[in-house]
């Protein structure tokens, strides 16, 4: 064999180190990835993903008007758990309960304060949205924890200690709504239909049209009798049947497999779906026509998806993240969509109670339409 072959050239080899260091400068949008995708990981994940929520919306019916009942919301609120906010009913209460304002309900019986100074151990009713129990868990644990000691400088060394022997001062009722054995499928199982159909949707739609775009094959498509209007009907018909199939076929596993119930209405929920669906294919439309090639449609997809599956309510809480990543999370679709499926299948959501989380759902869909249908229109102009 020739010993050329084996001769390695310094100046070669730099030659073709330069030749594509001016590729990749000429490609901003891949090194505009390299630098944002990290630091945007390193944000969310530093700052706004929170594994222990704190302050949580906390409903308050205190029907003691006494000392003692405002000492158990002084100590519930001095764990860091708990926000009080008092409310006038107990409709307005799980008005709120239910549309997920509020994550828990704290009742103080009429007449608490008397029964705890005659020594008779009261009982406080304590409701919590137990959907995600990571969410309830630590602030169920930390109230448990303060009630054995909060009243132990308010109560009369007779009275506390004729209670110590007994066990606590107070009883506390905990009831876990909507998900009482407390599974962590009830909370994953939402989130993870909407990150398949975001991902499968927004990147397969966005490399299809960009590949063809590279490939030729959309220039030939373009000079056939067909309209623009065909071109991306025809385009996007195939992905929403595929959008269809897959969110079917996760809802029947979700169902049978995991036995997670679905109390809501189906055909509000495959409406939901369809939106979604539609919406996630607009968002790779528009990725498609900003890309150049393959390499940025995948690029801008895997951009898009990391503050979405994290800034959503998927990965932590959302009541538990700052407020300026609660304000970029309101922006995201799949915020919603979770909100949507999680009170269609584990509360039983009505068209009116979908509303609040419907119409933004709504808004975004057409917006994303909108300019998925414009930007892609330009592209073919």
Same mark, same amino acid.
């Given at each position: 064999?020739?010993?050329?072959?084996?001769?390695?050239?310094?100046? +070669?080899?730099?030659?073709?180190?330069?030749?594509?260091?001016?590729?990749?400068?000429?490609?901003?949008?891949?090194?505009?990835?390299?630098?944002?995708?990290?630091?945007?990981?390193?944000?969310?994940?530093?700052?706004?993903?929170?594994?222990?929520?704190?302050?949580?919306?906390?409903?308050?019916?205190?029907?003691?008007?006494?000392?003692?009942?405002?000492?158990?919301?002084?100590?519930?609120?001095?764990?860091?758990?708990?926000?009080?906010?008092?409310?006038?009913?107990?409709?307005?209460?799980?008005?709120?309960?239910?549309?997920?304002?509020?994550?828990?309900?704290?009742?103080?019986?009429?007449?608490?304060?008397?029964?705890?100074?005659?020594?008779?151990?009261?009982?406080?009713?304590?409701?919590?949205?137990?959907?995600?129990?990571?969410?309830?868990?630590?602030?169920?644990?930390?109230?448990?924890?303060?009630?054995?000691?909060?009243?132990?400088?308010?109560?009369?060394?007779?009275?506390?200690?004729?209670?110590?022997?007994?066990?606590?001062?107070?009883?506390?009722?905990?009831?876990?709504?909507?998900?009482?054995?407390?599974?962590?499928?009830?909370?994953?199982?939402?989130?993870?239909?909407?990150?398949?159909?975001?991902?499968?949707?927004?990147?397969? $739609?966005?490399?299809?049209?960009? +590949?063809?775009?590279?490939?030729?094959?959309?220039?030939?498509?373009?000079?056939?009798?067909?309209?623009?209007?065909?071109?991306?009907?025809?385009?996007?018909?195939?992905?929403?049947?595929?959008?269809?199939?897959?969110?079917?076929?996760?809802?029947?596993?979700?169902?049978?497999?995991?036995?997670?119930?679905?109390?809501?209405?189906?055909?509000?929920?495959?409406?939901?779906?369809?939106?979604?669906?539609?919406?996630?294919?607009?968002?790779?439309?528009?990725?498609?026509?900003?890309?150049?090639?393959?390499?940025?449609?995948?690029?801008?997809?895997?951009?898009?998806?990391?503050?979405?599956?994290?800034?959503?309510?998927?990965?932590?809480?959302?009541?538990?993240?700052?407020?300026?990543?609660?304000?970029?999370?309101?922006?995201?679709?799949?915020?919603?969509?979770?909100?949507?499926?999680?009170?269609?299948?584990?509360?039983?959501? $009505?068209?009116?109670?979908?509303?609040?989380?419907?119409?933004?759902?709504?808004?975004?869909?057409?917006?994303?339409?909108?300019?998925?249908?414009?930007?892609?229109?330009?592209?073919?102009?």
């Amino acid at each position: 064999m020739n010993n050329v072959t084996f001769r390695f050239s310094l100046t +070669r080899w730099l030659g073709i180190v330069f030749k594509e260091i001016n590729e990749l400068r000429r490609d901003r949008v891949s090194i505009g990835m390299v630098f944002f995708t990290p630091l945007l990981q390193l944000v969310i994940l530093g700052y706004a993903v929170n594994m222990d929520p704190r302050t949580i919306p906390t409903a308050l019916l205190n029907y003691d008007t006494e000392r003692m009942g405002q000492v158990f919301v002084t100590a519930a609120q001095n764990t860091d758990y708990f926000a009080m906010l008092p409310v006038a009913s107990e409709k307005e209460a799980e008005e709120a309960f239910i549309k997920g304002d509020v994550i828990f309900i704290v009742t103080i019986p009429k007449g608490f304060t008397q029964k705890l100074l005659r020594g008779e151990k009261p009982q406080i009713l304590i409701q919590g949205d137990a959907i995600d129990p990571m969410t309830t868990g630590n602030a169920l644990s930390a109230i448990v924890q303060a009630s054995k000691n909060m009243f132990r400088h308010d109560l009369p060394n007779s009275v506390h200690g004729a209670a110590a022997k007994q066990g606590d001062d107070i009883e506390l009722v905990i009831h876990r709504m909507f998900n009482p054995e407390g599974i962590t499928q009830y909370n994953t199982i939402p989130g993870i239909i909407g990150s398949i159909l975001s991902t499968t949707l927004i990147l397969m $739609t966005a490399l299809a049209i960009t +590949r063809e775009r590279e490939n030729g094959a959309m220039e030939n498509l373009l000079i056939s009798p067909v309209t623009g209007l065909e071109v991306i009907l025809g385009k996007i018909t195939p992905y929403v049947i595929i959008g269809i199939f897959q969110s079917l076929m996760i809802l029947i596993f979700a169902v049978f497999l995991f036995n997670i119930p679905l109390l809501g209405n189906v055909f509000l929920l495959i409406f939901v779906l369809i939106l979604y669906i539609f919406l996630c294919l607009s968002i790779g439309i528009s990725i498609s026509s900003v890309a150049q090639n393959q390499l940025q449609a995948l690029q801008m997809s895997s951009f898009y998806f990391i503050p979405s599956v994290m800034l959503s309510g998927f990965i932590s809480p959302f009541i538990s993240m700052p407020v300026w990543a609660q304000a970029i999370g309101s922006c995201l679709p799949l915020t919603y969509f979770i909100r949507l499926i999680k009170g269609l299948m584990l509360k039983g959501y $009505t068209l009116i109670d979908l509303l609040p989380e419907l119409l933004p759902l709504v808004g975004l869909t057409l917006v994303v339409i909108l300019i998925g249908l414009k930007t892609f229109r330009q592209t073919l102009d």
